[in-house]
């Protein structure tokens, strides 16, 4: 089953807006990672955030990380139409592979 | 600059064909991965590989089978293809895995099949 759980499951806002997603998680991690994907393409990784950091940039992209409500959230600034897209929370699983959750599905309008 | 080559793109299977996906890689990574993608069930993990000549079972493996004979190759079968297999298949790859490793994997395109 899935170990994340993004929240919301949609989110519609306009151009010039912020974006915030949510992911929780069940188990203790070593890093997680957010994931964009838009329609009818491959997943595209986004950023990751080690267990022992509490927050990360890139670009207009802010990650945090608090591992004792074992929750992430995703800020996109500024959001463009382009950003479009579902973005997935992906955590460890199994030795060697991610977990990742159902995604949140981010529309951007102009 | 390929990355991660997903073939075919799209098809179409009976009940009970067979059909093998391939999917291939140019970044000399040694993980590669096969998910499957439903509304509304996010990814999940069908088979994994942690090189060449390994592959492991994941979280949904029944029904499938792969192969990992070259480094670059992952290939994914169904044996006696079931209408539940209709789905959307993505293959990834990743450069480290494990204990304290990043794993940030490349997907591919992903290849969309229909099982009627």
């Known amino acids: 089953s899935q170990q994340g759980e993004e929240d919301p499951q949609a989110l519609s806002i306009q151009e010039g807006e912020n974006a915030t997603m949510n992911c929780s998680y069940k188990?203790?991690?070593?890093?997680l990672q957010w994931y964009r994907q838009n329609s009818g393409r491959g997943l595209v990784h986004l950023i990751l955030?080690?267990?022992?950091?509490r927050e990360k940039h890139s670009g207009r992209l802010r990650v945090t990380l608090d591992t004792s409500k074992k929750s992430s959230s995703l800020l996109i600034t500024a959001s463009r139409a382009a950003d479009t897209a579902s973005y997935f929370c992906?955590?460890?699983?199994?030795?060697?592979?991610?977990?990742f959750g159902k995604g949140t599905s981010l529309l951007v309008t102009p | 600059n390929a990355g991660v080559t997903q073939t075919p793109k799209f098809r179409v299977l009976k009940t009970g064909q067979s059909m093998t996906l391939l999917c291939a890689q140019d970044?000399?990574?040694?993980?590669m991965y096969w998910y499957r993608q439903d509304p509304g069930m996010g990814l999940r993990l069908i088979h994994y590989?942690?090189?060449?000549?390994?592959?492991a079972k994941g979280e949904v493996p029944d029904g499938y089978n792969v192969s990992r004979l070259k480094k670059q190759n992952f290939l994914l079968g169904l044996e006696s293809a079931a209408p539940s297999q209709t789905s959307v298949y993505f293959c990834?790859?990743?450069?480290?895995?494990?204990?304290?490793?990043?794993?940030?994997?490349?997907f591919g395109a992903g290849t969309r099949l229909s099982v009627l």
């Open positions: 990834a790859s990743s450069y480290s895995a494990g204990f304290s490793a990043k794993n940030i994997q490349y």
């Open positions: 188990t203790s991690i070593n890093n």
């Open positions: 955030i080690r267990s022992n950091e």
């Open positions: 992906a955590t460890d699983f199994y030795r060697y592979a991610l977990n």
């Open positions: 970044m000399n990574h040694e993980y």
């Open positions: 590989s942690v090189g060449e000549g390994t592959t």
